[in-house]
């Protein structure tokens, strides 16, 4: 379960596509409960344990990118952004 923005989980999922190589039927994630409009709680899951014991792992390096100016940015809890350089 990872609280986290929605465009934070939007790099996760290229993340297991890309640099892990995971096709999505090897993976899949639910957005539980809603803080704010692109804001809450969700949950991976995955066939093989490997694969989330690695995701775990890269967690705390998810980041999100705003579409507007593609700047990158990290949750801090609800409401609180940070920037990523």
């Keep these: 379960m ?3 923005s929605y465009l934070e989980i939007d790099t996760a999922e290229k993340w297991l596509e890309t640099d892990v190589g995971l096709k999505r039927d090897s993976w899949d994630w639910v957005f539980y409960y809603k803080l704010a409009y692109d804001y809450g709680y969700a949950e ?4 093989e344990r490997t694969y989330k014991d690695i995701f775990k792992k ?3 390096e998810f980041y999100g990118v705003w579409p507007a100016n593609g ?3 990290r949750t801090n809890g609800w ?3 940070l920037d990523v350089e």
């Design 2 to 4: 990872v609280e986290a």
């Design 44 to 47: 991976f899951f995955f066939k």
């Design 58 to 60: 890269e967690i705390p």
């Design 71 to 73: 700047k990158k940015f």
């Design 79 to 81: 409401d609180e952004f």
